[in-house]
């Protein structure tokens, strides 16, 4: 399904001479901008704008079209790291693959919190399998909303700690595009071309997105490092009339990716690192991933009544990808990359066969093609009903039919290094290392209630999930697949998962607010896995005193069952296997303010700032032992690894309408990649860092845009992880300038 450049050129030119008609005089969506979202008539987002973000019974954050451009990230990363409560971990410098937590949730591949787009489930296999392999490339997105607390059992399957939804292009009111080009440092690129227009009946957008890079790590021997990124999207809207007795809308969503980026999961020793971070052991030079991903959506919109109406979509996501990377070394016996990068001194000769200093024997590199492929399809509805003027009342009633499955059919490739170059020598059976289908049909439904009398705003809710996980092992012998080894596993899951949460202004200055909900994650496909449970408390304050606008929220998460996964990114096998870590403890506090300095001056200049902080206190309860992953043997009131206990982002900008000066600043507190209490040796640390960016941006006329971002202006070199082997660095001094044309 691959979309050539030239049927986009073709697409374009089409649409500039339909363009030329005569515009319609539809008002009915002339209030549809993305800040406004909460009144878009078809809404598939949870918050939709700073107002709404005020209004809840739960902590939320809304990350606006103008907060997404004023730094022009592409990193996902960059973008969350001002929203109080998340934690992550970087891998690739470029965010391609993030490692997001939400209040403490593990942070491996996202895979503990709810990732929507455009409201709808778009992790890969986000039940069955739902490490974040494949995530919306953050460039197309025009907004962000993260929702955290009570409210959160309108978005499962993931309650604990909160869900994101990223929201695409909207299809524009009237006739409209831009183009946006940008140029830097190791040839990195982006190019980004958007067309829209709505009619009466019709509306549509049409979005080309294309990131790129060279990349700045440097391959011995030499090679490329970097990646290409590739996004088309479609929507077409078909609406009856706005005078309609009964309005009506059907939304057709189609958008396609394609990614191939040579990166790997070899990293480098700790005195490697020291010398120079950013190097790339010769033995990974065959490293590739190569991924597609398609997402069809069908989004019903019918209003009865200005107080009732249901939105109903249908959609199917498909994803693949083959990640060609070295997993092991095998002199005498086969050793993990991270057990010997971890250990060089324990492994000195199959450290050096790593570098390439010495030619090798054949079939002494294990390079496995992680091959899979993945889909997600299902339908869900929700209708909501609102009565009342002394008391406003609202109902929402949600529901969610949803299959989707992991395919794996991998195998190990041997290679030998010859003249430091990396030579196949064996080339494997397909299916041969890992041949199985993880699968699971799950229903869902959930019912919310919000009534608002004066100053008090309440929303019990509850949730229910009906899961069903199944495994389909067909052994290691069998690439046919006939059946004749098949081992078989199956696991399922029924819960409710009830919240509530209030709301009461004691002024237009002051509101207070809270809640207790039940956080739930689907375990595995094991018999005997235990879902993750927990009982989760916020309470806060929003507040708009003398100009500083804000909120302070503290939390506590009390785990009954804390999962954890043997997930190779993570150290493990792969196997994606779950198991019960017991009980854990996460609690915490966010602080955000928010001021203009030059608020109280007749001055055309503004100066706001933006603070941000994050304290994270999240230890186990109990004692267990791993064999896999990150956690190893634990004792009770252990830290958990890979969350930084303190964390701020500082935001400050000079701007007025003609230009626009922003600086970032980003400090992460140091972190253990194990379980432990007490300092922390350096074999187990990441540590503390702050990192800082520029923007600018020049609006030289209405329709133009010059802007330019300066990444880690100090040229902080800072680890970021341990995982999956070895120490990989945070991106380096990094510049970007890009022109923009809108009309």
Do not use: C
């Not at 005020?54 to 790291?81: E, H, W």
């Not at 705003?457 to 098949?486: A, H, Q, W």
């Not at 209405?702 to 992880?721: K, M, R």
């Amino acid at each position: 399904m691959k979309i050539s450049l030239s049927f986009l050129s073709l697409f374009v030119v089409t649409t500039l001479l339909y363009s030329q008609e005569e515009k319609s005089k539809d008002t009915t969506f002339s209030n549809q901008k993305i800040e406004h979202l909460n009144e878009i008539i078809l809404s598939s987002n949870i918050l939709g704008s700073k107002f709404e973000v005020k209004n809840r019974t739960g902590s939320a954050y809304y990350l606006s079209p103008q907060d997404l451009q004023q730094f022009g990230y592409t990193d996902i990363n960059k973008v969350l790291r001002a929203v109080p409560g998340i934690s992550l971990y970087e891998e690739d410098g470029f965010g391609l693959r993030p490692n997001i937590s939400l209040r403490g949730t593990s942070p491996e591949r996202s895979s503990k919190i709810t990732i929507m787009e455009d409201g709808v489930l778009i992790a890969p296999a986000p039940y069955s399998a739902p490490s974040a392999y494949y995530f919306p490339t953050v460039g197309r997105i025009e907004a962000i909303e993260v929702l955290k607390g009570s409210s959160q059992v309108q978005y499962g399957p993931y309650t604990t700690g909160g869900a994101i939804n990223l929201v695409s292009k909207q299809t524009p009111k009237d006739f409209s595009g831009d183009v946006r080009f940008t140029y830097g440092t190791y040839n990195s690129r982006n190019t980004e071309a958007t067309i829209g227009d709505s009619k009466e009946n019709f509306g549509f957008v049409a979005q080309y997105y294309n990131y790129n890079s060279d990349g700045f790590k440097s391959l011995d021997g030499g090679g490329n490092t970097g990646f290409d990124k590739t996004d088309y999207l479609g929507k077409f809207q078909l609406k009856s009339n706005p005078d309609a007795k009964v309005f009506q809308a059907l939304t057709f969503k189609i958008q396609y990716s394609e990614e191939t980026a040579n990166e790997t999961y070899l990293g480098l020793t700790q005195e490697d690192f020291d010398a120079n971070p950013y190097r790339r052991y010769v033995a990974s030079s065959q490293d590739k991933m190569e991924a597609e991903h398609q997402q069809f959506q069908v989004h019903h919109f019918i209003k009865f009544t200005p107080n009732f109406k249901i939105n109903t979509t249908a959609y199917k996501n498909t994803f693949s990808r083959n990640w060609y990377k070295l997993e092991d070394i095998n002199l005498s016996e086969g050793i993990g990359i991270a057990t010997i990068l971890n250990n060089p001194s324990q492994f000195p000769e199959e450290y050096t066969a790593i570098t390439g200093a010495v030619d090798t024997a054949d079939d002494v590199f294990g390079v496995k093609a992680n091959n899979r492929s993945y889909e997600a399809k299902g339908i869900q509805s929700i209708v909501n009903f609102n009565f009342g003027n002394t008391v406003y009342q609202d109902i929402e009633l949600g529901f969610r039919y949803h299959e989707d499955f992991e395919d794996r059919f991998q195998w190990k490739d041997k290679f030998a290094i010859q003249n430091h170059q990396m030579i196949r020598t064996t080339v494997a059976r397909k299916g041969s290392d890992a041949n199985r289908i993880s699968s699971a049909n799950a229903f869902a439904a959930h019912i919310l209630y919000k009534a608002t009398f004066n100053k008090l705003t309440i929303t019990p809710g509850v949730r229910y999930e009906n899961i069903t996980l199944n495994k389909k092992d067909f052994g290691k012998n069998d690439s046919f697949r006939t059946g004749i080894n098949l081992n078989t596993d199956k696991n399922k899951v029924d819960v409710f998962i009830p919240g509530i949460g209030v709301n009461y202004k004691f002024s237009k200055a002051v509101s207070l607010f809270g809640g207790v909900h039940k956080g739930f994650a689907p375990p595995g496909n094991t018999e005997g896995t235990n879902p993750e449970k927990s009982t989760n408390v916020e309470l806060g304050t929003r507040f708009n005193i003398k100009g500083i606008t804000g909120e302070v929220v503290g939390y506590f998460n009390d785990y009954e069952n804390l999962l954890g996964s043997d997930l190779a990114a993570s150290g493990g096998t792969g196997s994606l296997d779950q198991f019960n870590a017991g009980q854990a403890l996460v609690k915490g506090v966010e602080l955000l303010l928010n001021y203009n300095v030059m608020q109280e001056t007749n001055s055309h200049l503004k100066l706001p700032l933006t603070f941000s902080y994050t304290l994270t206190d999240a230890k186990f309860q109990s004692d267990f032992e791993s064999e896999v992953g990150i956690f190893g043997v634990v004792k009770n009131g252990d830290q958990i690894p890979y969350i930084a206990k303190n964390q701020f982002n500082i935001t400050a900008a000079l701007e007025n309408s003609v230009f626009n000066i922003s600086l970032s600043g980003r400090y992460t507190d140091a972190f253990r990649t194990q379980s432990g209490t007490g300092a922390i040796p350096q074999k187990f640390e990441i540590g503390s860092h702050f990192v800082m960016d520029v923007a600018a941006r020049y609006f030289y006329s209405p329709g133009i845009t010059i802007f330019t971002n300066v990444l880690n202006v100090l040229d902080t070199e800072y680890e970021v992880a341990r995982l999956p082997a070895g120490l990989r660095p945070g991106a380096p001094f990094m510049v970007n300038a890009g022109i923009g044309y809108s009309f």
